[in-house]
């Protein structure tokens, strides 16, 4: 949008009282926030009509200045909206720029407004709006990521895959029951949202500058017509605080940290050697040179975007830091910070929630990578406890010589003659077959939480009837 171009030596027409000459150029490139807070003008807007409407009910201006200004600041509304408004860097920020404009469409009534607020209090109050808007839209996205994966759970509560420690195979898992890993860690995120917004529903309109003020106010109607809880409790505070912008840069980088590790998985699925899944072309890109590539480029940029969220989230501790109380010209910097990360934030959920919904699944190399790296060792050791009755350390012992025979064979560990099995521990008998297999030992862990299909269906349910 066009930047206006009045006089850079005229002083300032909102608070350029005491001014001689307007400021450096320098002066007005680094103050100026306009450039970003302008995202903020739905909230300023909803803002000063809610203060406006309070004023006159307080009768602190009158009914006819209120109705001019709430008149003006819906004009306002439309032409930003329709991208018929000039933002005007001298203007500074969100603030003037509208209050400016409203000087001139509805003339001295508008000099009203300002009353008993401070753009302390203002910013405060538009930041906190847009933040709170920010946190129900990611709660929701959630929820549909977290849909996307009980989806996918439901299909693989049975295909089996190999599960790792160490990315070396350990024991298999179905992949249904790895689905609802991440839904446990999303679910997480999105309580961490809930609670967000509840440290955040306060009002701050009416803190003033820093120590409230004289008028009398009610605090009270302007938090409920702007639909926050309560009031704030607590004017220095409120001016100088930014924990809801930090909460919810924190809330993004630890979301941005799953995102990445199941972008992780994904680029590692989706090689040739691994071939769990393959993404489809709507999620991945090609090469101009290598006509065989498919690559996951989405979910490397997933995995970048989580380190951009980091940075925004250590600017931002560190901006404020150092900060006296109350309010300083450094917190004007905290925007960039938080519209940022949320883009970051917004564009790695839609990629992931897309990703998963449309992955194929190869189903049988899973299968065939889950029984390779003699992933039922645990499996013959716990039959050898249960069966022949050996403590679990010894256990453990005579399933590694079976193991290395194995090894030594070049087979697996079920392609071992029975013979050779009970040449280790002559308590073998062939029933030890039947847990040899990786369905079998899917199926035996049905622990509370455990992979065993039976169990991961109960934790499908569980999070259906919450989600
Ligand atoms: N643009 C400012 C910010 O974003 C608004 C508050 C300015 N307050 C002041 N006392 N200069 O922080």
């Known amino acids: ?5 009045t006089d850079t030596k005229s002083s300032n027409q909102m608070w350029g009282g005491r001014f001689a000459s307007g400021p450096d150029a320098i002066m007005e490139e680094i103050n ?3 450039g970003f807070d302008k995202k903020l003008f ?3 807007i909803r803002g000063s009509i809610a203060h406006a409407t309070m004023l006159a009910h307080q009768g602190i201006i009158s009914a006819d200045d ?3 200004i709430v008149h003006g600041l819906n004009t306002i509304l439309s032409e930003i909206e329709t991208g018929n408004f000039e933002f005007s860097r001298q203007l500074e920020d969100i603030h003037m720029n509208v209050e400016a404009r409203l000087a001139t469409l509805i003339g001295p009534a508008a000099g009203r407004l300002h009353t008993a607020r401070s753009r302390n209090d203002q910013v405060a109050l538009d930041f906190r709006l847009w933040v709170k808007e920010e946190l129900e839209k990611t709660e929701k996205m959630l929820t549909g990521l977290i849909a996307a994966f009980l989806d996918r759970a439901e299909e693989h509560a049975e295909s089996v895959m190999p599960g790792f420690t160490h990315l070396q195979t350990a024991q298999p898992v179905t992949f249904g029951h790895h689905c609802m890993a991440y839904v446990e860690m999303f ?7 809930r609670h967000a917004i509840e440290h955040l529903d306060e009002s701050p309109i009416g803190a003033a500058a820093l120590a409230g003020t004289g008028y009398p106010i009610d605090r009270h109607m302007t938090a409920k017509a702007l639909g926050f809880r309560e009031p704030t409790r607590n004017s220095i505070d409120t001016v100088s ?3 809801f912008a930090i909460e919810f840069l924190s809330i993004a980088a630890i979301a941005g940290m799953h995102l990445s590790r199941l972008a992780e998985e994904i680029v ?3 090689t040739p050697q691994f071939g769990f899944v393959r993404l489809s072309d709507a999620f991945s890109t090609g090469s101009s040179i290598m006509p065989q590539k498919k690559n996951p480029d989405a979910a490397e940029l997933v995995r970048a975007k989580t380190g951009r969220i980091n940075g925004s989230l250590v600017a931002l501790l560190t901006i404020m830091k150092g900060l006296p109380l109350a309010y300083s010209k450094d917190m004007q910097e905290d925007k960039e910070q938080v519209f940022d990360a949320a883009e970051s934030l917004e564009l790695a959920i839609a990629a992931m929630t897309g990703m998963v919904r449309d992955m194929t699944v190869n189903t049988a190399r899973m299968k065939a990578a889950a029984g390779s790296g003699y992933s039922t060792a645990t499996d013959l050791a716990d ?3 249960r069966e022949a009755g050996l403590p679990f350390r010894d256990a453990h012992h005579v399933t590694g010589r079976a193991v290395g025979l194995a090894e030594s064979k070049s087979c697996d560990l079920a392609e071992l003659p029975l013979a050779d099995l009970q040449a280790i521990h002559p308590d073998i008998t062939d029933k030890v077959y039947d847990v040899l297999t990786v369905e079998a030992s899917v199926a035996s862990r049905k622990s509370f939480g455990g992979t065993a299909p039976s169990e991961v269906r109960k934790q499908i349910a569980f999070w259906r009837a919450r989600n």
């Open 1 to 5: 949008m066009a930047e206006s171009k």
């Open 32 to 34: 100026a926030s306009i």
């Open 42 to 44: 739905a909230q300023d």
């Open 66 to 68: 209120k109705d001019k």
């Open 187 to 193: 679910g997480r995120d999105r309580s961490r949202v």
């Open 241 to 243: 605080d930014r924990d």
């Open 268 to 270: 590692i699925w989706s």
């Open 383 to 385: 039959w050898l406890v």
